[in-house]
Protein backbone atom coordinates (compact mmCIF):
# COMPACT_ATOMS: atom_id res chain seq x y z
CA UNK A 1 0.00 0.00 0.00
CA UNK A 2 1.30 3.34 -0.62
CA UNK A 3 1.51 5.48 2.49
CA UNK A 4 3.69 8.55 4.02
CA UNK A 5 4.49 9.10 7.45
CA UNK A 6 5.83 11.64 9.68
CA UNK A 7 7.17 10.15 12.60
CA UNK A 8 6.54 13.20 14.89
CA UNK A 9 4.06 14.85 16.22
CA UNK A 10 5.26 18.13 17.13
CA UNK A 11 8.83 19.24 16.76
CA UNK A 12 9.80 22.29 18.74
CA UNK A 13 12.58 24.88 17.79
CA UNK A 14 13.50 28.14 18.55
CA UNK A 15 13.70 30.67 16.62
CA UNK A 16 16.90 31.64 14.59
CA UNK A 17 17.84 28.05 15.00
CA UNK A 18 17.26 25.41 11.84
CA UNK A 19 14.29 23.07 11.92
CA UNK A 20 13.87 19.57 9.83
CA UNK A 21 10.08 18.25 9.59
CA UNK A 22 10.92 14.47 8.97
CA UNK A 23 8.65 12.56 6.17
CA UNK A 24 9.33 8.82 4.61
CA UNK A 25 6.91 7.37 1.96
CA UNK A 26 6.52 3.88 0.69
CA UNK A 27 5.19 4.26 -3.03
CA UNK A 28 5.57 2.09 -6.54
CA UNK A 29 7.12 3.70 -8.94
CA UNK A 30 8.82 7.11 -9.06
CA UNK A 31 7.36 9.26 -6.05
CA UNK A 32 6.00 12.96 -6.56
CA UNK A 33 6.11 14.48 -3.38
CA UNK A 34 4.54 18.06 -1.57
CA UNK A 35 5.06 19.84 1.43
CA UNK A 36 1.98 21.90 2.35
CA UNK A 37 1.59 23.94 5.54
CA UNK A 38 -2.06 24.75 7.53
CA UNK A 39 -2.43 27.56 9.64
CA UNK A 40 -5.07 27.81 12.18
CA UNK A 41 -8.87 27.57 10.62
CA UNK A 42 -7.09 28.35 7.36
CA UNK A 43 -6.52 25.91 3.77
CA UNK A 44 -3.26 23.96 2.88
CA UNK A 45 -0.66 26.12 1.51
CA UNK A 46 1.43 24.61 -1.02
CA UNK A 47 5.47 24.93 -0.35
CA UNK A 48 7.37 23.03 -2.17
CA UNK A 49 6.97 19.16 -4.14
CA UNK A 50 9.74 17.49 -6.13
CA UNK A 51 8.95 15.61 -9.32
CA UNK A 52 12.34 14.60 -10.88
CA UNK A 53 15.74 16.18 -11.05
CA UNK A 54 17.45 17.93 -8.15
CA UNK A 55 17.57 16.27 -5.03
CA UNK A 56 17.15 19.55 -2.98
CA UNK A 57 14.33 21.67 -3.60
CA UNK A 58 13.65 24.96 -2.71
CA UNK A 59 10.22 26.38 -2.43
CA UNK A 60 8.10 29.21 -0.55
CA UNK A 61 9.36 31.32 2.58
CA UNK A 62 12.95 30.10 2.52
CA UNK A 63 11.78 26.33 2.89
CA UNK A 64 13.55 23.41 1.27
CA UNK A 65 13.69 19.70 1.01
CA UNK A 66 15.93 17.15 0.28
CA UNK A 67 14.54 14.33 -1.70
CA UNK A 68 16.68 10.70 -0.73
CA UNK A 69 15.51 7.68 -2.98
CA UNK A 70 17.72 5.35 -1.11
CA UNK A 71 16.36 6.41 2.55
CA UNK A 72 13.03 6.97 1.13
CA UNK A 73 12.68 10.09 2.91
CA UNK A 74 11.79 14.11 2.07
CA UNK A 75 12.60 16.02 5.19
CA UNK A 76 11.54 19.56 4.82
CA UNK A 77 13.78 22.12 6.28
CA UNK A 78 14.95 25.46 6.56
CA UNK A 79 17.77 27.19 7.62
CA UNK A 80 17.06 29.72 10.24
CA UNK A 81 13.20 29.04 11.65
CA UNK A 82 10.69 32.09 12.09
CA UNK A 83 8.08 32.53 14.88
CA UNK A 84 5.72 32.81 12.00
CA UNK A 85 6.39 29.36 10.80
CA UNK A 86 5.04 27.94 13.61
CA UNK A 87 1.94 25.86 11.90
CA UNK A 88 0.95 22.38 11.03
CA UNK A 89 2.96 20.82 8.15
CA UNK A 90 1.96 18.16 6.12
CA UNK A 91 3.91 15.86 3.71
CA UNK A 92 1.75 14.16 0.49
CA UNK A 93 2.52 11.56 -2.01
CA UNK A 94 0.87 12.00 -5.21
CA UNK A 95 -0.79 8.72 -6.25
CA UNK A 96 -1.46 7.11 -9.79
CA UNK A 97 -4.54 4.64 -10.95
CA UNK A 98 -6.07 3.81 -14.29
CA UNK A 99 -8.46 6.26 -13.45
CA UNK A 100 -6.71 9.21 -11.92
CA UNK A 101 -4.88 10.33 -8.99
CA UNK A 102 -4.67 11.68 -5.41
CA UNK A 103 -2.52 12.85 -2.68
CA UNK A 104 -1.88 10.88 0.19
CA UNK A 105 -1.38 12.74 3.31
CA UNK A 106 0.92 12.26 6.55
CA UNK A 107 -0.77 12.82 9.78
CA UNK A 108 0.85 16.48 9.60
CA UNK A 109 3.80 17.48 12.18
CA UNK A 110 3.05 20.78 14.30
CA UNK A 111 6.09 23.32 14.46
CA UNK A 112 6.30 25.37 17.23
CA UNK A 113 9.17 27.88 16.77
CA UNK A 114 9.70 29.78 20.27
CA UNK A 115 11.34 33.33 20.61
CA UNK B 1 -5.67 35.33 -10.00
CA UNK B 2 -8.22 34.58 -7.13
CA UNK B 3 -7.78 31.17 -5.26
CA UNK B 4 -9.72 28.74 -4.72
CA UNK B 5 -13.13 29.71 -3.10
CA UNK B 6 -15.37 27.47 -1.07
CA UNK B 7 -18.42 28.60 0.12
CA UNK B 8 -19.61 28.49 2.94
CA UNK B 9 -16.98 29.06 5.72
CA UNK B 10 -19.48 27.49 8.30
CA UNK B 11 -22.50 24.83 8.18
CA UNK B 12 -24.21 23.50 11.04
CA UNK B 13 -26.70 20.38 10.46
CA UNK B 14 -28.49 18.17 12.43
CA UNK B 15 -28.00 14.44 12.50
CA UNK B 16 -30.24 13.30 8.97
CA UNK B 17 -29.83 15.98 7.08
CA UNK B 18 -28.19 16.65 3.86
CA UNK B 19 -25.68 19.21 2.69
CA UNK B 20 -24.06 20.59 -0.46
CA UNK B 21 -20.56 22.45 -0.37
CA UNK B 22 -19.43 24.31 -3.20
CA UNK B 23 -15.57 24.84 -4.79
CA UNK B 24 -14.80 27.45 -7.37
CA UNK B 25 -11.43 27.00 -8.66
CA UNK B 26 -8.58 28.94 -10.04
CA UNK B 27 -9.32 30.45 -13.08
CA UNK B 28 -8.41 28.15 -15.94
CA UNK B 29 -7.59 24.94 -13.99
CA UNK B 30 -9.99 22.07 -15.07
CA UNK B 31 -9.89 19.52 -12.34
CA UNK B 32 -10.92 19.39 -8.68
CA UNK B 33 -10.33 17.31 -5.59
CA UNK B 34 -12.25 16.70 -2.12
CA UNK B 35 -10.65 16.45 1.05
CA UNK B 36 -12.00 15.43 4.37
CA UNK B 37 -10.17 16.66 7.15
CA UNK B 38 -10.94 15.21 10.92
CA UNK B 39 -8.43 15.05 13.68
CA UNK B 40 -8.72 11.39 13.97
CA UNK B 41 -8.20 10.41 10.22
CA UNK B 42 -6.61 13.59 9.50
CA UNK B 43 -6.79 14.64 5.22
CA UNK B 44 -8.61 11.80 3.66
CA UNK B 45 -9.38 12.12 -0.27
CA UNK B 46 -12.59 12.17 -1.39
CA UNK B 47 -13.25 12.50 -5.14
CA UNK B 48 -11.42 13.73 -7.99
CA UNK B 49 -13.26 15.78 -10.82
CA UNK B 50 -11.65 16.79 -14.41
CA UNK B 51 -13.81 18.03 -17.35
CA UNK B 52 -17.18 16.70 -15.10
CA UNK B 53 -16.42 13.39 -15.00
CA UNK B 54 -14.96 11.67 -11.68
CA UNK B 55 -11.63 9.88 -12.15
CA UNK B 56 -11.17 8.83 -8.93
CA UNK B 57 -12.98 8.02 -5.83
CA UNK B 58 -11.97 7.66 -2.25
CA UNK B 59 -13.19 4.86 0.43
CA UNK B 60 -15.99 6.85 1.57
CA UNK B 61 -19.79 5.80 1.46
CA UNK B 62 -22.19 6.26 -0.94
CA UNK B 63 -23.46 9.27 0.73
CA UNK B 64 -20.80 11.03 0.04
CA UNK B 65 -20.91 12.56 -3.92
CA UNK B 66 -20.33 15.14 -5.95
CA UNK B 67 -20.14 16.45 -9.20
CA UNK B 68 -18.26 19.15 -11.33
CA UNK B 69 -19.80 21.36 -14.01
CA UNK B 70 -18.79 22.61 -17.41
CA UNK B 71 -16.88 26.02 -15.77
CA UNK B 72 -14.94 23.43 -13.40
CA UNK B 73 -17.27 24.52 -10.25
CA UNK B 74 -17.21 21.47 -8.28
CA UNK B 75 -19.97 20.77 -5.79
CA UNK B 76 -19.91 17.94 -3.12
CA UNK B 77 -23.35 16.29 -1.43
CA UNK B 78 -23.64 14.30 1.77
CA UNK B 79 -26.99 13.01 2.74
CA UNK B 80 -28.16 11.36 5.80
CA UNK B 81 -25.70 13.20 7.94
CA UNK B 82 -23.81 11.77 10.74
CA UNK B 83 -22.27 12.37 13.56
CA UNK B 84 -18.68 11.45 11.94
CA UNK B 85 -19.20 14.19 9.19
CA UNK B 86 -18.23 16.49 11.17
CA UNK B 87 -14.92 17.92 9.43
CA UNK B 88 -13.14 20.06 7.73
CA UNK B 89 -13.71 20.25 3.88
CA UNK B 90 -11.35 21.13 1.63
CA UNK B 91 -11.23 21.55 -2.46
CA UNK B 92 -8.01 21.58 -4.43
CA UNK B 93 -8.10 22.69 -7.99
CA UNK B 94 -4.70 21.80 -10.89
CA UNK B 95 -4.38 22.34 -14.05
CA UNK B 96 -4.85 19.05 -15.12
CA UNK B 97 -4.70 15.40 -14.14
CA UNK B 98 -2.02 13.89 -15.25
CA UNK B 99 1.53 13.80 -14.43
CA UNK B 100 3.61 16.81 -14.87
CA UNK B 101 5.06 20.29 -13.46
CA UNK B 102 1.62 21.79 -13.55
CA UNK B 103 0.26 18.96 -11.07
CA UNK B 104 0.26 20.97 -7.94
CA UNK B 105 -2.78 21.04 -6.10
CA UNK B 106 -3.98 24.40 -4.53
CA UNK B 107 -6.16 24.24 -1.99
CA UNK B 108 -9.46 26.03 -0.57
CA UNK B 109 -10.04 27.57 2.85
CA UNK B 110 -12.20 24.86 3.54
CA UNK B 111 -15.70 24.54 4.66
CA UNK B 112 -16.38 23.53 8.19
CA UNK B 113 -18.78 21.27 8.81
CA UNK B 114 -20.62 20.64 12.27
CA UNK B 115 -23.16 17.90 12.41
CA UNK B 116 -25.08 17.78 15.80
Known amino acids: AQSVAQPEDQVNVAEGNPLTVKCTYSVSGNPYLFWYVQYPNRGLQFLLK??????LVKGSYGFEAEFNKSQTSFHLKKPSALVSDSALYFC?????????????FGKGTTLSVSS | KAGVTQTPRYLIKTRGQQVTLSCSPISGHRSVSWYQQTPGQGLQFLFEYFSETQRNKGNFPGRFSGRQFSNSRSEMNVSTLELGDSALYLCASSLAVTGGDSDTQYFGPGTRLTVL
Open chain 1, 50 to 55: YITGDN
Open chain 1, 92 to 104: AVRVFNQAGTALI
